[in-house]
Each structure stands twice: as structure tokens, then as C-alpha cells.
């Protein structure tokens, strides 16, 4: 089994659930995240000051899938969220060692 977390900008989440959804992807977490990478954020002007906003906000999704299903899963990230210009995001993926269903006591790849 594998997780994939992949941080998005916001406006492209509904795009990369739906995704998701066509290559069978069933359940997914997200949460709510700021940050920056190379961008380092910008700066703005409010009521005639200005101010550098560091952390742009972004949205952190978190899927744990079988083997077979990642290389999919890595594509459909990558073609519904990519707008080509800086700030698009970044995918992790990493191992994961057990799984378990709370309500069942499911473990490995039942439990998904």
C-alpha cells in the first residue's frame, strides 16, 4: 500500500476529486493548508500599506491505495490540477505499512 499526498492550489480540487473518482479512487482526505515553495508568496496592498503575504493557501489531499492503483492515481493528480505556471503543487508518495478499519477491525487492503 502507498499514500499519496499531494498539495494543490484550491481552485483545482474539485477537478482532481473528480478524477480521482473516474479511476476508482473511493475515499480521500483534505485539509486545508498554507505554505509556499519557490513563489515565496507576494506582497499586496491594503488601505494604502503594503504587506508581503509569506503563505499562499493551498489544499493538502491524503489517499492511501494499493500498488496497482498509484501510477494511476499520480497521472489523474497531475493532469487536473497542472495550470503550467508556478505554485501548481507537489505529490509525495510514500509507504505504508498497515491498514485498519476502526468499525470492522479490517486490516491491510480490506481495510481500504
Do not use: C, W
Request: proline share 2%.
Amino acid at each position: 500500500m502507498k499514500k499519496i499526498e499531494a498539495v494543490i492550489k484550491p481552485f483545482k480540487l474539485d477537478e482532481v476529486k473528480e478524477a480521482l473518482q473516474e479511476i476508482g479512487v473511493q475515499g480521500l482526505s483534505v485539509i486545508e493548508a498554507k505554505g509556499f515553495g519557490r513563489q515565496k508568496g507576494h506582497t499586496e496592498l491594503y488601505r494604502g500599506a503594503e504587506y508581503v503575504v509569506d503563505f499562499l493557501p493551498k489544499m493538502k489531499l491524503e489517499v492511501v491505495l494499493e500498488d496497482d492503483m498509484v501510477e494511476r492515481a499520480v497521472e489523474a493528480i497531475v493532469a487536473a490540477a497542472r495550470t503550467g505556471k508556478i505554485g501548481d503543487g507537489k505529490i509525495f508518495v510514500t509507504n505504508v505499512e498497515q491498514a485498519i478499519r476502526i468499525r470492522t477491525g479490517e486490516e491491510g487492503a480490506d481495510a481500504l
